[in-house]
């Protein structure tokens, strides 16, 4: 099976990036911020006050805040680690 890898921390996706995978998932960019994440809990924000834009901004300063893995098939989208929704994609 060929894939392509890419290391968000390192490389992190830009707006219209998040905009279209968001899409993939019928999602928002802020359904995209992990609210568990220790980095986001210390950033104090509200995400249902964010609009998509903003969620997309603070994703950008802060990437770790954002779920991972994300893994797509081009036109489905799973948000973290859910090897049972992974394999009906693959």
Request: glycine residues 6%; proline residues 6%; aromatic residues 6%.
């Amino acid at each position: 099976m060929e894939y392509d890898y890419r290391h968000i921390l390192k490389e992190p996706l830009s707006l219209e990036e998040m905009e279209g995978l968001a899409s993939l998932g019928s999602m928002e960019i802020r359904d995209l911020v992990n609210r568990r994440s220790t980095v986001f809990k210390k950033l104090g924000v509200d995400p249902e006050a964010m609009t998509s834009r903003q969620a997309g901004e603070l994703i950008l300063k802060n990437p770790r805040i954002m779920y991972r893995p994300l893994f797509t098939d081009g036109a489905n989208l799973v948000v973290g680690f859910k090897p049972e929704e992974m394999e009906k994609i693959i």
